[in-house]
């Protein structure tokens, strides 16, 4: 039997975006994908494997950014030196495989896992590699044919937007080519096969996980941190872009705040200084608040730093997962391993992750009235507060401890390496 090569080294590539060592979640292209990234290369790191993060380098932010002993974030430049949506950046990435290969010479480094993250991380994993003549894994993350579906639309402007067709074209070359994919949830092994007509054995279902030492309920004698919140509030948490549900929220939580005097609506997420797409998805926002007179009772926080974001979820009577398009929902384990009750949407993948009615509700965010009505029913139900409360904290411990992940993934390299 031929020996097994010994995991010592990772090559994580997730290029598009802002990857930092402490990421400003909520920037544009800068939401979960980061997050999981991060925490899955903190946690290999910590079973004493090194771990370097490929991403791409640009507003002249620095080559190499630790993260902790073993993990780094490694910046290479592609393209002209300013940001770049992720759907207009594809002509850069055959030059940044050039710098990767090159630095990667340079520093005389050797992995013997590539693992690429979302489909330009894919593309670029895939040529790396053909290169050195070695596999590559892949995490899709989400999916352009699913997004495409979800989303709707003029078909047209969607194509403009999104870049539905190249995407979709290189997903179907990357899935081949991969040698084996992880998915973070059953729903997205099942739309390979429905929305790509791909099927094989080598996919495995490995979940986002959760820091639970740091999203966790206060321990005894703990005071929490002040913030400027309402007294009682609904928390949801996101990038700011137009898939994210919030204009369904609005218009649920206007029937919400007519039963439920006093609650408001807080709205985290978003840049420390947004650019233009994200201002102009948020005055779209401020349109409905005014259509709907919320404006007394919908708070936009932006950007929540770490330090404060676990007593965001944990001072919530709820928190809420409305979008229309979302391959897993991280922020709702988040919520979770802090105790805070979570109503999630059923065009999330981590539904499947879910009980119904025990450690969350799942509802249908286009229905306003359901939609509603489930938040109605925490709010006013103190019972069912408890109920959701409880189970919620169990699961995100049972099922979504980060190091549990990382041993699950250095696993199933292990099988192919």
């Given amino acids: 039997m031929a020996k097994r090569a010994r995991i010592d080294r990772i090559a994580h590539l997730s290029v598009h975006g802002y990857f930092d060592p402490e990421p400003i979640l909520g920037r544009t292209d800068t939401g979960g994908q980061v997050t999981y990234v991060l925490e899955l290369a903190k946690h290999l790191g910590r079973l004493g494997i090194d771990v370097d993060i490929y991403t791409r380098q640009f507003e002249g932010r620095e080559r190499i950014a630790p993260v902790s002993e073993r993990v780094r974030v490694v ?45 330009d991380a894919g593309y670029v994993s895939m040529k790396v590699t053909e290169q050195l003549g070695q596999p590559f894994f892949y995490t899709a993350h989400s999916l352009g044919a699913w997004k ?31 040698i084996a994919h992880t998915v973070t949830t059953e729903d997205g092994k099942a739309n390979y096969q429905r929305l790509y007509g791909f099927d094989t054995k080598d996919v495995e279902v490995i979940p986002p996980g959760v820091d639970i030492e740091r999203f966790r309920p206060l321990r005894d004698g703990e005071n929490e941190i002040n913030l400027t919140t309402p007294e009682r509030y609904v928390f949801a948490l996101s990038r700011i872009d137009s898939n994210k549900g919030h204009v369904e929220l609005l218009r649920a939580f206007a029937h919400v705040r007519k039963e439920c005097p006093g609650v408001h609506l807080v709205i985290g997420g978003g840049s420390k200084n947004p650019k233009p797409h994200e201002l102009n998805v948020i005055r779209s926002f401020r349109e409905v608040i005014d259509e709907l007179e919320l404006a007394d009772s919908v708070i936009f926080t932006g950007y929540i730093s770490d330090e404060d974001l676990p007593a965001y979820y944990r001072k919530a009577e709820l928190f809420v997962l409305p979008s229309k398009y979302e391959p897993f929902g991280m922020t709702t384990t988040e919520a979770m391993s802090c105790g805070t009750p979570p109503v999630v949407t059923q065009f999330g993948g981590i539904r499947r992750s879910l009980s119904d009615g025990q450690d969350a509700l799942l509802v249908d965010v286009g229905d306003e009235d359901a939609f509603a009505g489930a938040m109605i029913r925490v709010l006013n139900d103190p019972g069912v507060r408890a109920r959701l409360s409880r189970n919620a904290l169990a699961t995100a411990r049972g099922k979504f401890s980060w190091d549990a992940i990382a041993r699950t993934t250095l696993d199933f390299y292990r099988r192919y390496v």
């Fill in 75 to 119: 910046r290479l430049p592609c393209g002209p030196d300013e940001f770049i949506r992720k759907e207009d950046i594809f002509p850069y990435w055959d030059e940044y495989v050039g710098n990767m290969l090159a630095f990667m010479q340079e520093e005389k480094l050797r992995y013997p896992v590539f693992h690429g993250h979302y489909w």
């Fill in 148 to 178: 495409q579906e979800q989303m709707g639309g003029d078909p047209d402007e969607m194509e403009r937007l999104w870049k539905f067709s190249e995407r979709i074209h290189w997903e179907n070359i990357i899935f081949r080519k991969a």
